[in-house]
């Protein structure tokens, strides 16, 4: 059984710093590319990272470039989200999303429905 589950969200102060973990069961992240995706209230959900397998290819969203980082920890079936310099605009729930890494070419990276994979989303509030 497939299961992509999501943790580290919490409430942080502007400025502040989280880590969020997709942590997967039921398949192996090698050959699987992870995206991390948002959605606040009202708003679409956005692409935000993503990490391809084999070939380390990582991709960012222009919000978040510079103050986000992806990286997997294979041994550990783990994907991470470093998040710095937290913005109240960053507040939402955060999706971890799986496929197979060939099909997360191009643009496809950020297409929620790229993704057959899903976790249940954990929140992140960025508020003083």
């Known amino acids: 059984q497939v299961q992509l589950v999501e943790s580290g969200g919490d409430l942080v102060q502007p400025g502040g710093s989280l880590r969020l973990s997709c942590a997967a069961s039921g398949f192996t992240l090698d050959n699987y590319a992870i995206t991390w995706f948002r959605q606040a209230p009202g708003k679409e959900r956005e692409g935000v990272s993503c990490?391809?397998?084999?070939?380390?290819?990582?991709y960012y969203a222009d919000s978040v470039k510079g103050r986000f980082t992806i990286s997997r920890d294979n041994a550990k079936n783990t994907v991470y989200l470093q998040m710095n310099s937290l913005k109240p605009e960053d507040t939402a729930v955060y999706y971890c999303?799986?496929?197979?890494?060939?099909?997360?070419?191009?643009?496809?990276?950020?297409?929620?429905?790229?993704?057959?994979?899903w976790g249940q989303g954990t929140q992140v509030t960025v508020s003083s």
């Open positions: 999303a799986a496929v197979l890494s060939y099909l997360a070419y191009g643009s496809n990276w950020y297409l929620p429905g790229t993704f057959p994979y």
């Open positions: 990490t391809r397998s084999r070939d380390g290819t990582t």
